[in-house]
């Protein structure tokens, strides 16, 4: 089956089963060398590294291909377009004219610095199904606090956190991974900072929350005033962090990491995580769903870790991806 989109000429025919054409080195992909447009990823932006974040070995760095193209659109909440992967350099606008072929409406590109939030604003600007979140990440912000130059950043994101189509402060929160403890203070304070300014904008916070559960819904549960929605981006807990979320309201957001094997805990909290509550996102171009563990993602993906949620769900997929996509505009507002 080939599933075109058919709205204007630049109609993407992508097959399901085959990578899809923007993704082929050498074919209508972009020359990754080449001078980029403001939605395209920056020639000095961020590569992701070939090799696994774990192992240390070598990633496959050819895309998935095709799912089967969803039912009913859904929002890929939380992608990363600045970042390259893989053999080609792919613009915002292919990104989301595959994505659309397979029934994925958009992205919000998430922010983690002030250049990747001013690519989020400048991309969401050029391509009405992006839109924009802006933020410091908690391993950004406490690197920038020793270099002294965090307020400085905080204030250009308190600026940007005004531009058009921004729908998010994001990615904020606490990363107790890849942060020791010698540095967890500086990232409380970022994320407190993220925190008030989401709440003082109106504006929903998507939270990254890395092996620091407790602390995060700590953190949440002792602010005064919380934005008007809570979003914990790449959801990485169990049952008993989904009940908490489903009591206070906050969003779940599930990742390809919802599919991996040894995710079972993760699948739990999906299966009782309140219907009212549950987004997708694909946390490209990390986060791949398996079997491509490791390989490139993209936008198109949300729709191959959709179907997984449906079936842990036992719900029907068309009525889950019309759940998802009104929760969607429920935190960001309508998508146009
Ligand atoms: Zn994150
Ligand atoms: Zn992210």
Redesign the pocket.
Known sequence: MVVTRSSDQLATEVTPGQIPPAYLPGETGSDPQSARSADGPPADGPVRSEREENSGSRRRLEYPPAPQPLPVPVVDN?AHLDFRDGQVAVTVTEHLDTAQALGAAGAVL?G?DVASSEFSVAAAADEPRAKAAVAL?PNEAPVLAEEGTYDAAFSRITELASAEHVVAIG?T?L?YFRTGEDRRAAQHASFRDHLALAAERGLPVQI?D?DAHTDVVNVLSDTNQLPPAVVL??FSGDAELARICNERGWYMSFAGTVTFKNAQPLRDALAIADPQLILVET?CPFLTPHPYRGQPNAPYMVAHTMRLMAEVRAAELGQLCQQVMFNTTQVYGEWT
């Open positions: 939380h998430v983690y990440h990615e929160g990363d990254h890395r981006h790449c946390d």
